[in-house]
């Protein structure tokens, strides 16, 4: 194992989030922010209680996967787009580094970045609404998992990429919507039945439930299923990972 | 590695090091597969592209260091210090890429190859659109590199510089290597040489008795032209010398000539075309 390599990849990718710490971090926290003064403290007052939590509250989970999950892809798309734009691939093509190695390096670096994020984001929603976490383990547990999880999926975004626009479509097209109708504002319950039944073809659905269970002990479906559908989604990410190593797909001509 | 603009040259290098995928046939390093062996073969090798692809934002140092790291090596900043000293990037080992000039990303693009001390060193037309200064700059430390036993394959178009500094010549074309040889051997091998003789007096024509040389008569009639290979089968100056002497042709003064590594490329190229 190239232990070398993954700590250089590692290194120079967080010396980015150091450079560009603004937009890293500063400003998902204060969108998110904004979030709750918006939904939490202004618009939240007058919604009743979620199954026996203040709304404000309710939808902090809900958030810090927002964020979590469009960070994530962020970063892991544009770490390895951008090496792809500036020609400065050649390099880490030509190293003796395995695909592996490159992967758990960039994903990991960007899985970092996100869950430092999600970690900033609790505590800002900490100032706006009480919190309890019952189950913090489980919440770590989550909170990597899906880090990780949409750290790949930003890889894979990164690599399928051959623009700038298409870096954004994706996060915009599809996750953006899919967190909106996964329950970070709601719980499903609240949905007709039919809605019921679509939410549960989206992915994001389990991992907001999972993630507001280990908070509040409430959930949409049940933990278990959580966890398993969050490992199926990443093991999927991973299979596609691997394929497009194995073919080069828009790395090799 | 000699080829004109679109042989193939950087394709080559770009399968070997593992940037593109070949579409058939198998490389080895030092007898490494570079598939199988990957590891241990492109540890051996350190690539200079031809495109100046930098992180524009990383500093001089830490992008050296990145790439020691990302070829396996523990961090060494006695190396680096050497190699940046080695290419006069020292004094600006804090700067921004960004910041450096054209000649000087060059250098850095070197120093990142030859931050894991590799055995190998593929340079992709290194001195294309540099300054004759940076080219004798770079020559020098292709010299220095060789003369510590660092195999240099460097892609070119500059016939001067292949003359100058190789021991073996390859030439490619359309994507096929025509011939790998000693750079001594390639130019007797192939390398004509031309013996001019200046004559007292204009001839009307070449006598039937020299035919044979086949020799060339100036349009002033006052210039006679044999050429010969290096390989010698053709009659011997001395041969001429003395038959011109029989049929009483004498001359005033004589030059001769021999085919550049250029014109043996052209030819080639042309052959193969």
């Known amino acids: 194992m ?35 003064v918006v939904f939490g403290a202004a618009i939240g007052s007058r919604i009743a209680q979620v199954e026996g939590i203040s709304y404000g509250a309710f939808i902090v989970p ?12 962020a970063n892991a798309s544009f770490g390895i787009y951008f090496p792809k734009f500036t020609g400065t691939i050649y390099e880490l093509l030509s190293a003796p580094v395995s695909y592996l190695e490159i992967v758990a390096s960039y994903v990991g670096a960007a899985a970092t970045k996100s869950v430092i994020l999600g970690l900033i984001i609790m505590a800002t929603a900490g100032l706006f609404v009480p919190l309890k976490i019952e189950h913090p383990l489980w919440m770590i547990l989550f909170l990597l998992l ?96 691997a394929w497009i190593f194995k073919t080069g797909y828009r790395l090799k001509s | 590695m000699l080829g004109p603009n679109g042989a193939g040259k950087t394709t080559l290098i770009s399968a070997i090091c593992g940037i593109v995928n070949a579409t058939e046939g198998t490389v080895t390093v030092d007898g490494l597969d570079i598939i199988s062996d990957y590891r241990a073969a492109r540890s051996m090798i350190g690539l200079v592209p031809q495109e100046l ?47 450096l000039s054209g000649g000087m990303k060059r250098r850095l693009l070197i120093a990142k190859a030859l931050s894991h001390e590799p055995q190998i060193l593929f340079l992709d037309e ?15 430390l292709v010299r220095s590199l060789q003369e510590r036993g660092v195999t240099i394959i460097l892609t070119t178009h500059y016939i001067d510089e292949a003359e100058e500094m190789a021991d073996r010549v390859g030439v490619i074309s359309k994507g096929e290597i025509i011939l790998v040889e000693e750079k001594a051997e390639l130019m007797h091998k192939l390398g004509k040489k031309q013996l001019t003789l200046q004559l007292q007096h204009p001839i009307e024509s070449v006598p039937e008795t020299l035919a044979h040389y086949r020799l060339e008569l100036s ?48 030819s080639l190229v042309r052959e193969g075309q």
């Open chain 2, 53 to 99: 692809t930098t992180d524009a934002f990383e500093s001089v140092w830490g992008t050296v260091s990145f790439s020691r790291g990302l070829f396996g090596k523990p961090a060494a900043p006695a190396h680096i210090e050497k190699v940046l000293r080695d290419l006069s990037l020292w004094d600006k080992r804090d700067s921004k890429i960004i910041t």
């Open chain 1, 146 to 241: 899906t880090a990780a999880t949409f750290s790949l999926v930003g890889f894979i975004i990164g690599i399928w990429a051959d623009g700038f626009e298409k870096l954004q479509l994706v996060p915009l097209l599809i996750v953006t919507p899919l967190t909106f109708l996964g329950g970070s504002f709601y719980s499903i319950d609240m949905l007709p039945p039919f809605w019921q039944k679509v939410s549960l073809f989206n992915p994001v659905v389990y991992l907001i439930s999972g993630f507001r269970w280990s908070f509040y002990g409430i959930a949409d479906v049940s933990v278990g299923i959580s966890l398993i559908m969050t490992l199926a989604f990443m093991a999927i990410s991973l299979a596609i990972v």
């Open chain 1, 62 to 73: 809900g958030l810090i996967m927002l964020s979590l999950l469009t960070q994530s892809i």
């Open chain 2, 219 to 266: 349009a002033d009639r006052a210039e006679l032209t044999y050429t010969y290979d290096t390989q010698g089968d053709r009659p011997s100056i001395a041969a001429l010398l003395e038959d011109l002497s029989k049929a009483a042709i004498p001359f005033k003064d004589l030059q001769t000539t021999q085919t550049s590594l250029e014109d043996i490329f052209v």
């Open chain 2, 126 to 140: 290194p001195t294309a659109g540099v300054d004759v200064e940076l080219r004798q700059d770079m020559w020098a």
């Open chain 1, 2 to 36: 190239n232990v070398y390599a993954m700590r250089a990849i590692y290194k120079f990718e967080m010396a980015r989030t150091r450079r560009t710490l603004m937009q890293s971090i500063i400003s998902p926290v204060l969108s998110t922010s904004l979030y709750f």
